[in-house]
């Protein structure tokens, strides 16, 4: 049986952005007739207050997405608020760091974004390599001024994989991602080894999100194969723009759910994202458990997607 997940990060409301995701990544197990797992993905404990959480939780439950596992719910495999889980991260971190696969790394923001650092096409920087052959004896003193990030050495590998809906996609580790931190100097674990080490640990096999993540997929997958955790299967969905065109975020509160609710009601909030996303041809009002029937990933774009003036507002 299938199982998907929620994986939000609740630094404020949910969002049109994270609720298109999430009534995709539901549909997407629901179809399946499978599980639902709900994932708070607060590792940055303060940007990501409790209270953000368990409104998301009800903004969740008032649109009809419901879930099996997860959140203040509970389960077999929690707990399920990245916060509490860093013994579990640490297990895995620590095993990278007996293999000789991490270094310490003392660089600043601002030397890491200094103009003459490699950048991807998404604009990340990849990793020059500054600390990674620091001797014994720099590290000792450097530590003496400020704790060390630590990174993983990446090899000079392709990673090619294909992904459920927006096909092919591959990246040269070293050239185009380079080695990325896991844990930061502050002590707290980077989402990229958490979202590996969760995903595996709580049998989630279908793995749902925007493509603003593609990138982040061939180094994920990576890990999965060095710690020999099951991959699972990925499918990115199209970005929602506003209608001028501009990526939506959490700064634009008109498009919260809490301003959304005062205006429109669940099913016509799902009926018009179900028209953007392709699986009816008219923004009529539907309800979540309505949609499974309707829901196939050919029929969903794979360009960004622009929502038409007035819409949702
Ligand atoms: N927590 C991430 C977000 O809210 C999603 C991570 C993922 O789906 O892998 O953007």
């Not at 409104?55 to 916060?83: F, M």
């Not at 007996?98 to 790394?105: A, V």
């Not at 996609?169 to 080894?193: I, M, P, S, T």
């Amino acid at each position: 049986m299938a199982t998907g997940r929620f994986a939000p990060s609740p630094s404020g409301r949910l969002h049109l952005g994270n609720l298109g995701c999430s009534l995709l990544a539901w549909l997407s197990a629901r179809a399946e007739g499978g599980r639902v797992i709900l994932r708070i993905e607060d590792l940055d404990a303060e940007r990501c207050p409790r209270r953000y959480a368990d409104l998301l939780e009800e903004d969740l439950l008032w649109l009809g997405l419901d879930w099996d596992e997860g959140g203040s719910r509970g389960g077999p495999r929690g707990p399920y608020y990245q916060s509490e889980r860093s013994e579990i991260y640490r297990r895995y971190f620590d095993w990278l760091a007996e293999q000789g696969m991490l270094y310490p790394c003392f660089c600043s923001r601002s030397q890491l974004h200094a103009a003459s650092a490699p950048h991807r096409s998404d604009g990340q920087v990849i990793y020059p390599g500054t600390c990674r052959n620091l001797s014994p004896e720099e590290i000792r003193e450097k530590s003496k001024k400020k704790p060390p990030a630590w990174r993983v050495r990446v090899p000079d590998a392709e990673l090619s994989f294909v992904d459920g809906h927006l096909g092919p996609y591959k990246e040269n580790l070293a050239a185009d991602c380079g080695d990325f931190y896991l844990r930061r100097g502050d002590g707290v674990y980077a989402y990229q080894l958490a979202v590996v080490v969760d995903d595996a640990l709580m049998g989630v096999d279908q793995v749902v999100r925007g493509s603003d993540l593609l990138s982040s997929t061939p180094r994920q997958i990576w890990l999965y194969q060095t710690l020999g955790l099951p991959v699972p299967r990925f499918f990115h969905l199209p970005l929602l723009l506003d209608s001028a065109g501009e990526r939506l975020s959490k700064r634009n509160g008109s498009q919260s759910l809490e301003e959304l609710a005062g205006r429109y009601t669940p099913e016509e909030i799902l009926g018009r994202l179900a028209c953007l996303y392709g699986l009816q041809p008219e923004p009529k009002p539907r309800t979540a458990a309505s949609l499974v029937a309707d829901f196939a990933w050919d029929k969903v774009p794979r360009q960004d997607i622009r929502i038409p003036q007035g819409w949702f507002e």
